[in-house]
């Protein structure tokens, strides 16, 4: 897939909401469907942050795009309702979600995690995207074709000594999409999972601190998937989950 060229007009007309939208691949992936016609909804928690990508995409000619500030760890059903109807209101749209906001929390042994970080990395990598899909699925439904990503990782598919709760919720991200997928076959919206792999991010040089950041792709070289994915190339695909680059997986795999 790191061969997908996209059409320039592939997401024209959509209006798309990225979680995360801040840096890393959500700011790569807002600049990316930003780029290839999309209305972008920049989601996250730090303002700043937002209004410089907010800014970015003006500059490089897209549609003008919004911005929801809102931290996921404090966010209740409300909170997403309201943003479902705001965006309602808004657009009158939607055609897509990328859920790529998350936490990677403390890695250690199993037995030392405690109990509120455990909570915090539940609250915002599996409850979170739970209640807004849920208030963001009759839009969804109403604008179809559309496409919900959410966010997996290879310790999401087989568990690994010391990623403790970052595992299980990614394997819970998993599992809901599946779910989704199953229940929604037949409506026009369609659910995938991604995993990025070793990309150059923050998350990344947290988790792997003594690792050569210029050995990795960028999120921008791993764009290809999240945008065939996201537009109607994409329309016979669902419930599956995919690797940004299935090369390093398979390099993964044989050792």
Not at 28 to 39: D, E, F, S, V, W
Not at 181 to 207: K, Q, S, W
Request: aromatic share 6%; hydrophobic share 40%.
């Amino acid at each position: 897939m790191l061969d997908y060229h996209a059409s320039p007009e592939l997401l024209n007309g959509k209006v798309i909401l990225v979680t995360g939208a801040g840096d890393g691949i959500g700011r790569q992936a807002a600049l990316c469907y930003g780029g290839h016609g999309a209305t972008v909804i920049l989601l996250g928690k730090t303002v700043k942050k937002l209004e410089a990508v907010y800014d970015e995409l003006l500059a490089q000619g897209s549609p003008e795009p919004a911005i929801i500030p809102l931290d996921l760890q404090g966010a209740t059903r409300q909170h997403y309702l309201d943003m479902a109807e705001t965006i309602k209101q808004q657009f009158g749209r939607l055609d897509g979600v990328l859920f790529n906001a998350g936490l990677l929390g403390v890695l250690g042994p199993f037995e030392m995690i405690g109990e509120d970080e455990w909570d915090k990395l539940m609250q915002v990598n599996v409850k979170s995207q739970f209640l807004m899909t849920q208030a963001l699925l009759p839009l969804l439904k109403q604008s179809a074709p559309a496409s919900l990503i959410y966010t997996s990782s290879g310790v999401g598919k087989q568990g690994r000594a010391y990623w403790g709760g970052y595992a299980v919720s990614k394997f819970a991200t998993e599992g809901m999409m599946e779910v989704l997928a199953d229940e929604l076959e037949n409506t026009g919206v369609r659910a995938n999972c991604i995993n990025p792999g070793a990309t150059r991010t923050g998350m990344r040089a947290r988790a792997y601190p003594g690792e050569d950041p210029a050995t990795l792709r960028t999120p921008a070289d791993i764009m290809p998937l999240y945008l065939y994915l996201m537009g109607n190339d994409s329309l016979n695909i669902n419930g599956q989950s995919l690797d940004a680059q299935p090369d390093k997986a398979r390099t993964r795999a044989k050792q």
